[in-house]
């Protein structure tokens, strides 16, 4: 499998950029209840907005990251309408390590950073936020390992997102 930078690599390109970021480490966390018990114990608790991340795929193995507000419910008919993709399902452990340098438990917005697109190439895959988390102070995610979260402002993930060469799907979950 092909080598993908690592944290620190993912944080320099943040500064580079000028976007403030926050990491806080703890325990690794799988789940959104495990993240929930780790922010408790975390100094500061973490503040502002915390996120579940989906990778799926559809029939024409198209693929998508989708990064929304952790309480909500995900109908993925209605998610690949919204994203304009087909009969959704996730992604295999594999593809992910190889779109997004990651391993499940670890998917995060910050592996687009893993598939950059450089001078005007197709994306290879769609990035769809949850629209709600963009009113956030900020939000939290994983810098591409499960044993900690950072923290930056939505405005900054936007930016991070475009640098990285993607443009975001907004999906408005409140009006599902």
Known sequence: MESHPDKQSLLAFLDQLG???????????FTVEEAQVARVSADGGMPGAHTKNLFVRDKKKRRAL??????????LASLADAIGLSRLSFGSADSLQDYLGVKPG?????????????????????????SALLDAELINIHPLHNAATTAIKPDDLMTFVRAC?????LVNFDGE
């Open 106 to 130: 670890s998917v995060t917005p910050f592996g687009l950073f893993n598939a950059r697109v450089e001078g005007g190439g197709t994306p290879p895959l769609v990035f769809a936020i949850d």
């Open 66 to 75: 989708v990064t929304i507000e952790e309480s909500r419910k995900v109908d």
């Open 165 to 169: 060469g993607y443009e975001a799907v």
């Open 19 to 29: 976007i403030q970021h926050l990491t806080y480490r703890h325990d690794p966390v």
